[in-house]
């Protein structure tokens, strides 16, 4: 990913999060943080503190699932609590469409189109939750409460 395309996917992170009244700023991280033991791991917190941002098709229309770094998403249930057919994993060209980041980098807010979300009640546990910033090296703290907020989310158990 270029310079620019990082700097613009953070800024858009950052507008969007001011937009909607989000208190968590945007930061970066000295390393990568691609996969939730990286983030937690780089912010000296549990891995399910780490609000992953993952992206599904479900019967081909994107949905953001903000998964607890701990936990695999549970396709069946998904797709059941979703009232589809069929759930799976979006492509890397899918995720990009869907949300203009970069896998690794997606944040819950900044997306071309709002996407319908689900936010693992898993993240409930929690005072604090990081979520990722528009780029693998970025990441902003968030309560559980505030990302239902904005990311108008619906919660559910997602899977363990």
């Known amino acids: 990913m270029s ?14 999060l001011a937009r ?6 945007v930061r970066a991280l000295d390393d990568s943080a ?5 983030a937690a791991t780089a912010l000296g917190i549990e891995v399910g503190q780490i609000a992953n941002s993952l992206i599904f098709m479900a019967d081909g ?5 903000m998964a607890s770094g701990g936990h695999r998403v549970d396709t ?3 797709a059941a609590m979703l ?8 492509s890397a060209d899918q995720v990009r469409s869907a949300t203009g980041f970069a896998i690794g980098g997606v944040a819950p807010v900044g ?8 936010v693992d009640i898993a993240l409930s546990r929690f005072d ?5 910033g528009g780029h693998p090296h970025y990441v902003f703290p968030t309560s559980y409460d505030e990302l239902l907020r904005i990311t108008a989310g619906e919660a559910a158990e997602i899977g363990g």
Do not use: C, F
Request: proline residues 6%.
């Open 128 to 132: 604090e939750v990081w979520a990722a």
């Open 61 to 65: 229309e994107p949905v953001l699932v």
């Open 3 to 16: 310079e620019v395309t990082e700097q613009q996917s953070v800024i858009r992170v950052r507008e969007a």
């Open 20 to 25: 909607l009244g989000a208190q968590g700023e």
């Open 76 to 78: 069946m249930a998904l």
């Open 111 to 118: 997306h071309p189109e709002p996407l319908r979300t689900v």
């Open 34 to 38: 691609r996969t939730a033991q990286e």
């Open 83 to 90: 009232e589809v057919n069929h759930v799976d994993k979006a």
